[in-house]
């Protein structure tokens, strides 16, 4: 990620309106004590999403706001990766955190003026910038990244893609084996089941239409004595009484015959009641049809209501319909079918899960032998700077340890181990910074002066790779002098050639190294105190660099002495 650019601070303890723009580099603040120099960190603090209090909006305002704009030259993978900041900062020069906090407890955040969680904020501000005191968060105290530094240091990162690839495939592998181990052992019981429904469905025979057709038979069988009834019925209408419809047809048309020469209309009419005879004649044939055909057969409508409940049965677990209940037939054919090449399957995925946990196990050995290779060059070069920071007798060591897991992806030496993709190493720094003393974590280092000391001492060596670009060191000068602090200055000045510095200080050998010096002092804003900043430059450097030598009396002597710790430190 790129720098930090600018911060502007409204109505935060002794801050009523304030604007810094920060420069590339080393970024130096002094002032005297009280003058609100910490502040402006509590004030980025906010920014990056540390806890917000009432007690810090300014007396007499009803909120506080703080704002702090970054650079998105250089995104890191780290903030990429956040779903959150994805799409804040594509395409955008600018990264601009606002923070609101109000009388009421109620904080807001905002990036790129998009309502974002405090959490959100918090997990896009650790990927821009570490600030380093005893009040605030470091991330270089934090174990969980500790591996993840030494990767970067070691230049794994190539490998370290290379084993998550691995690492990917081992886990769908292991997934698709479980999976299909689980299918395989269920896989008997169901074949059997599915095997006794397709009997079932088969030895019934069903044919589409079947339920309707049997329906309609049951309804004739059991009403037979009515439509026999009716048939007789109709019958005797049309054709046997006398004065049937057929009778009085015929006389008709014997009638009609008899004047045919007289009238054609006569012969349209005969014609017609000819035609209504032979459709009669169909009718009585089909009265008779329906008549013989209908018989109550007691056994033959128990045989079809046992049909009927048959189908019912079938409907009720395979499908509502026949044509379902046969699509349910065929689908668990091709069931019964897959199971057949299942063993051949589990055979062929065990190897190849096997072989992949070989290859992840031997790809992630390889890295911890070069990790350790890593972090015997890092303790002596961290323990080495810790010598020229005044902390002679300081041990560091890289801390390695593994974890046996039964379930564990790694194989080593026949023994199964946790890990994740990027290994089975646990990586922990620690620090013993005074003789006589064990080897601790980082974060138990006691004093905030040691903890800016042993931090420094592992941008020193880690500037290459840090995962901010942006570094903030408050009580970094605490119980030094002299030629130490010479020598913390030029540590930052070093370090502030690949990553932006900003450092408070008291120290005239650390702030004359400083590409950006700005003076923190009390002003009066009516008859309130008020903290105000001021850039230096030229002679009002040379003067404040002269305060720090000599305090506020300052003399040519210490005029002349700032002169040349401006000129060492520019060379």
Avoid at 165 to 176: A, G, P, R, V
Avoid at 183 to 194: F, I, R, Y
């Amino acid at each position: 990620m790129g720098m930090l650019e600018s911060i502007r601070i409204s109505n935060y303890a002794l801050i009523d309106n304030l604007t810094i723009e920060f420069s590339p580099g080393l970024n130096i603040f002094t002032g005297s004590t009280g003058a609100g120099k910490t502040i402006i960190i509590g004030a980025l603090g906010l920014a990056l999403g540390e806890r917000a209090s009432e007690d810090s909006i300014r007396t007499g305002a009803r909120n506080a706001t703080v704002e702090a704009v970054f650079s998105t030259s250089n995104k890191t993978d780290e903030l990429r990766r956040l779903e959150v900041a994805r799409d804040l900062i594509d395409d955008k020069e600018s990264l601009i955190i606002r923070r609101e906090i109000n009388r009421d407890g109620r904080s807001r955040a905002f990036v790129n003026n998009y309502r974002v969680t405090i959490q959100s904020l918090k997990n896009i501000g650790a990927n821009l910038a570490d600030i380093t005191s005893q009040r605030h968060h470091k991330s270089l105290l934090d174990p969980n990244i500790h591996r993840q530094i030494l990767d970067d240091y070691a230049g794994l990162q190539g490998e370290i893609r290379e084993l998550a690839d691995i690492f990917k495939k081992y886990n769908q592998l292991k997934s698709e084996l479980e999976d299909i181990k689980k299918k395989q052992a269920e896989s008997t019981a169901e074949k059997e089941l599915l095997e006794f429904q397709i009997k079932e469905i088969e030895s019934s025979s069903l044919a589409e239409g079947e339920d309707e057709q049997l329906e309609q038979e049951k309804l004739q069988l059991i009403n037979a004595e009515r439509i026999k009834t009716a048939c007789y019925i109709c019958q005797s209408n049309l054709f046997d009484d006398n004065g049937s419809v057929s009778s009085r047809l015929n006389s008709a048309a014997i009638e009609l015959g008899h004047i045919l020469k007289f009238s054609m209309l006569a012969e349209k009419i005969k014609n017609a009641i000819d035609e209504y005879i032979i459709n009669l004649e169909d009718i009585g044939t089909m009265l008779r049809e329906l008549s013989d055909n209908i018989e109550f057969d007691p056994v033959r409508l128990e045989v079809v209501e046992e049909r009927i409940t048959h189908i019912k049965r079938l409907k009720r677990k395979y499908g509502q319909t026949i044509g379902e209940i046969l699509q349910y037939c065929q689908r668990a054919k091709e069931k019964v079918a897959g199971y057949e090449d299942l063993d051949d399957l589990v055979k062929k995925l065990n190897d190849d899960y096997k072989n992949c946990r070989i290859e992840l196990s031997a790809m992630a050995e390889k890295i911890s032998r070069r990790r350790k290779k890593a972090a015997l060059e890092m303790e002596q070069k961290v323990i080495q700077h810790l010598s020229d920071l005044a902390m002679q007798n300081s041990d560091f060591k890289v801390y390695f340890d593994i974890k046996e897991d039964p379930d564990g992806p790694f194989m080593i030496n026949s023994k199964s181990y946790a890990g994740d993709d990027s290994g089975f190493d646990k990586v922990e720094f620690l620090i013993c910074a005074n003789p006589g003393e064990q080897l601790k974590p980082l974060a138990s280092t006691a004093s905030g002066g040691e903890l800016s000391r042993v931090l420094l001492a592992l941008c020193s060596v880690l500037s290459g790779v840090l995962p901010r670009d942006t570094l903030v060191f408050d009580e970094i000068d605490s119980g030094i002098s002299g030629k130490v602090a010479t020598q913390v200055g030029k540590k930052l000045q070093m370090l502030a050639k690949k990553r932006q510095v900003i450092c408070i200080t008291h120290l005239q050998q650390i702030a004359s190294r400083g590409i950006a010096h700005f003076k923190v002092y009390k002003g009066k804003s009516g008859k309130r105190s008020v903290t105000r900043v001021k850039r230096l430059s030229g002679d009002q450097r040379v003067t404040e660099i002269a305060r720090l030598l000599a305090g506020e009396r300052i003399s040519d002597v210490a005029l002349d002495g700032a002169s040349q710790l401006l000129e060492e430190g520019s060379s």
